[in-house]
């Protein structure tokens, strides 16, 4: 892989809000980072259906490639703030970024997977997830990074706008057709 390739995943906002209102579960419930990961690591592996959960609970990576054996780490692009590329292991309270536990996460993945909300209306949802390289990662890591591992989100943009892209593909799910490719 030597390029970025990038998914645009459309999904309708009732399939998430099980039954709950626009206004029950508003926009901010939809940047909630663990509820983000999720959806973003489960729609990605059903693009890429080689990718599964490690099923056990990995500080360095999020999915592995059961045909190849290799690790993708995930990490969430956020507007205005970019994307910190410390390992959960060392992100949460009380916890300091440890510079040797995000040498070792770029060890042990082959790239990462940067997934941002793109899109919320009344009706849809929309993810896009950017497939990265780890050689890029790393590129951009040590140009850009700042002391507590985050590239900011102008720089990762700028990365990703002069780096190697394939086309986006674009998804849709819906409660009537379930995940197709549009």
Known sequence: MESIQTFRIRIERDSVQAGLTNEEFGKDDYNDY??????????????????????????????????TGKKLEGKKLKHGEGVCFAPSVDVGAGRKVNKENIQKCFEINSSYYLYTTTGLDDKFWELTVRWVPI?????????????SGTVT??????????????????????????????
């Not at 592996?45 to 490639?65: A, G, N, Q, T």
């Open 34 to 67: 663990r509820m983000v990961h999720r959806y973003a690591t489960k729609y990605f592996s059903k693009i890429c259906p080689s990718l599964e959960d490690p099923k056990k609970d990995s500080k360095f990576h999020d999915l592995v490639d059961k045909d």
């Open 135 to 147: 050689e890029m990662i790393k590129a951009w890591y040590e140009k850009h990074a700042n002391s």
């Open 153 to 182: 989100y102008k720089n990762c943009m700028k990365c990703i706008e002069t780096s190697k892209q394939d086309p986006v593909v674009n998804y849709m799910y819906s409660r009537e057709s379930g995940f197709c490719k549009l």
